[in-house]
C-alpha cells in the first residue's frame, strides 16, 4: 500500500490527520502549545539544563539547535513486548522517552520500569487508567496522574516531571492540575495509529512518512506489530541524519515547564 507514489500521499495524509486531530483537541481550550524550538529559544544564553541526570535527562552530548533531533516516545506501556523493545534500543544506542500506564502495566511490571530508568531512557506519566482527562473534574484529574507518579516514584526513587493525556485532550483543568503536580504536558508531531494495524510494515512507513527535525514519535510498545517495526524506523531516521534524543533533550537547554503543554 505504501510503496506507491499514491501510498505515499496517503502516507502524508495519515500525518496530516494526526496533525488536524490535536489541532482540534487544543482549539477552544485556551492552551496553546510551546514548540521544541521556542523552549530551547527561551533558555538561550542562560545557565539552565534540563533535567536532573537521571534516567535520560542529561543534555550533554546533543544540542538540538544544531543538529537534526527527533524523539522516540512510547505510550501505554510497560507490556510483554517491552523487554525486547529495550534490548533493541540497547543494541542501537537510541534512548527514548515512556510514558507508561498505571493500573495493569506499572503495578504488574515493576521490574520493566525499573529496567526502563536504570537504562537511560526517561519515565514519565500516561495516567492511571487512560480515562480521557478532559471529561473529569479536577480531583478525578489529580487521582489518575498523582497515582502513576507515586507508582512510579516507588519504583525509580523519582517522580515523572513529563505526561501526555490520554488522546492528547487537555484543557485548562488538566493543565492546572498538571502544574499542581509538577508535570508538562508532551504530545506529538507523528504516530503510526498502531492500535489500529499489526502490519509492521505499515507503522514503520506512517512513522518514515511523517519524520521531521525537532518531531516527536507517538507508538505504542503495547501493540503486536509496533516493536518488530522500532528498528527499520531507527535505522531509516539515522541513515536520513537524524539524531534520537529524549524529551528533555529535545527542550534542552530549556526545561518542560509544568503544566504547559509542547507540540513540535
Not at 500525518?15 to 529559544?41: F, K, W, Y
Not at 522500532?230 to 530549556?254: H, M, N, S, W
Request: aromatic share 4%; proline share 6%.
Amino acid at each position: 500500500m505504501f510503496r506507491t507514489r499514491p501510498g505515499k500521499r496517503r502516507g502524508s495524509a495519515v500525518a496530516l490527520l494526526a496533525a488536524a486531530s490535536l489541532m482540534l483537541a487544543l482549539s477552544g481550550c485556551g492552551v496553546d502549545p510551546i514548540t521544541p524550538g521556542d523552549a530551547r529559544g527561551e533558555a538561550a544564553g542562560s545557565d539552565d539544563k534540563a533535567g536532573d541526570g537521571k534516567a535520560g535527562a542529561g543534555t550533554g552530548a546533543v544540542d538540538c539547535g544544531k543538529v537534526k533531533c527527533i524523539a522516540l516516545t512510547f505510550d501505554a506501556g510497560p507490556g510483554k513486548d517491552t523487554p525486547h523493545l529495550l534490548d533493541v534500543l540497547k543494541e542501537k544506542q537510541v534512548p527514548a522517552t515512556f510514558f507508561l500506564l498505571g493500573k495493569k502495566h506499572v503495578d504488574r511490571h515493576p521490574e520493566v520500569v525499573k529496567r526502563i530508568a536504570d537504562e537511560g531512557h526517561e519515565v514519565a506519566n500516561h495516567t492511571w487508567t487512560h480515562r480521557i482527562l478532559t471529561d473529569l473534574e479536577a480531583e478525578e484529574v489529580r487521582d489518575e496522574l498523582s497515582r502513576t507518579q507515586e507508582a512510579i516514584e516507588k519504583i525509580t526513587g523519582r517522580r515523572p516531571t513529563l505526561m501526555r493525556p490520554p488522546q492528547g485532550r487537555t484543557d485548562g483543568t488538566v493543565s492546572e492540575v498538571s502544574r499542581e503536580l509538577g508535570l508538562a504536558q508532551i504530545l506529538w508531531s507523528v504516530t503510526a495509529k498502531d492500535y489500529s494495524t499489526t502490519d509492521s510494515t505499515l507503522i514503520r512507513q506512517r512513522i518514515l512518512d511523517g519524520a521531521q527535525g525537532d518531531g516527536i514519535i507517538l507508538l505504542h510498545d503495547i501493540y503486536d506489530g509496533t516493536v518488530p517495526a522500532v528498528p527499520g524506523i531507527i535505522d531509516e531516521l539515522k541513515r536520513r541524519g537524524f539524531t534520537f534524543v529524549t524529551v528533555p533533550q529535545l527542550l534542552a537547554p530549556g526545561q518542560a515547564v509544568p503544566g504547559e503543554v509542547y507540540r513540535p
